[in-house]
């Protein structure tokens, strides 16, 4: 067998039944595939052999010049698009291959090759598909009067293969009546608020995405001085704008939003939003809760002029995320443990208790002492009704 042997004509060999199977032969889906920019491209394909002969060897070639290894070049092997091709048959029998995010680049003429176990056993399916790649346009008539009918058409430059559903945009809006095959719109006595942008795309192709989704990097907790990173991933076609926003401000754009050395100042929600020109869609808020410890500790002093009783009250002011509980706040007269909770209340005063006062806030990243704060009861007294020294 020869890949130069003339190939049969792909219809002949697909209208003989019973020959599937005996010969030397490769069948395609399509031999032309007209697809939409950006879109995946499914070229199906089945090919037989002789029975007796075993396959070592199935790719799909673009190039029907031989390299210097004797062999045609393989595109899985090519850095343009082994990221994009993706092999969905078997070993056996089914060649079929998806190749994804196709531009006017990849127009071109493939072919399916295969290698068996024997120095002869060698076909090329010179037959090939052809791909076409087109972008959509609207066409609409140059001048339109308020009462005209206008028709708008959704063009491409070759015949879709896909089954088409079109989908027409109005300012980025879908008019989500207007979902049929048919790929033009009717405008019937149109109006000055018929005025705008129209786009249109193919159901399934060109879209905005789903929501678009927010990743946070590093997961799990964040503290302060930490490098964070968020980055917006967002499925569109053509591929979206990303933009992002704090709190409803818009604070910058691009998939990535970098914050070196994080502070609590940028606690609080963010989205992203994801615009092509279909439309635009906010991802779901992620809330950033930035950790640290215990700082603006201070003590104050309760009680100024309106106490009625013989007593003052302390209370521990901190500041930390997370906030120090209750427990984790100690009180300490010239050092020594008195108490802990945020208040610290001392009732029937006596000069005993005169002295330094401080208190201590604690959360798990750190602890914090206050100044200290001096009572002295003998002046301190002097601000109350009952006060008699
Ligand atoms: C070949 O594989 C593709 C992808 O798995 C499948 O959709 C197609 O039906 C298969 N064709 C045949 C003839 O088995
Ligand atoms: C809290 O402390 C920080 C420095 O640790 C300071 O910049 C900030 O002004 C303080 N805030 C208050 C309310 O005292
Ligand atoms: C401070 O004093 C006022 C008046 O006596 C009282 O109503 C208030 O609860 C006190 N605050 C604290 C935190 O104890």
Not at 3 to 13: D, S, Y
Not at 218 to 232: A, H, K, Q, W
Request: aromatic content about 10%.
């Amino acid at each position: 067998m020869s890949l130069l042997m003339a190939p049969l004509p792909l219809m002949f060999l697909l209208m003989i039944p019973g020959v599937y199977g005996q010969y030397w032969g490769v069948r395609y889906g399509y031999s032309h595939i007209c697809a939409l920019k950006d879109s995946s491209v499914i070229m199906r394909c089945t090919y037989t052999y002789p029975t007796g002969y075993r396959i070592r060897k199935v790719f799909w070639t673009k190039t029907l010049v031989k390299n210097a290894d004797n062999e045609f070049p393989d595109l899985s092997k090519d850095p343009e698009y082994s990221q994009r091709l993706q092999y969905l048959g078997d070993k056996q029998q089914n060649c079929t291959i998806r190749l994804s995010h196709v531009t006017q680049k990849d127009e071109h003429k493939y072919y399916l090759r295969f290698i068996t176990d024997k120095p002869v056993g060698k076909w090329l399916g010179e037959a090939g598909v052809t791909l076409t790649v087109t972008d959509l346009q609207v066409e609409a008539p140059e001048r339109v009067t308020e009462g005209d009918s206008v028709r708008l058409t959704c063009k491409s430059s070759c015949a879709l293969t896909d089954r088409a559903t079109f989908i027409w945009y109005r300012n980025s809006q879908p008019l989500t009546e207007r979902r049929d095959g048919n790929n033009q719109l009717l405008l019937q006595s149109v109006r000055r608020e018929d005025a705008g942008r129209y786009s249109c795309a193919l159901h399934g192709h060109s879209y905005i995405s789903p929501n678009p989704v927010i990743f946070i990097s590093p997961s799990g907790e964040i503290m302060e001085g930490d490098s964070v990173t968020l980055s917006c991933s967002s499925d569109s076609n053509p591929p979206a704008e990303i933009s992002w926003f704090k709190r409803g401000m818009f604070v910058g754009s691009g998939r990535i939003y970098s914050i070196s050395k994080i502070s609590s100042d940028h606690s609080g929600e963010y989205k992203c939003k994801s615009t092509n020109k279909y439309g635009e869609k906010y991802s779901n808020a992620v809330t950033l809760n930035i950790m640290y410890p215990p700082r603006n500790v201070s003590v104050s002093i309760n009680g100024s002029g309106e106490v009625e009783e013989d007593s003052v009250t302390l209370i521990c002011n901190s500041d930390s995320n997370p906030p120090a509980l209750n427990f984790k706040i100690s009180w300490f007269k010239r050092g020594m443990f008195v108490g802990s909770g945020r208040i610290y209340s001392i009732s029937k005063i006596s000069s005993d208790h005169s002295g330094e006062y401080k208190c201590k806030s604690t959360n798990k990243y750190g602890e914090k002492y206050s100044n200290a704060v001096t009572l002295n009861i003998m002046c301190e007294l002097k601000m109350f009704n009952n006060c008699d020294i």
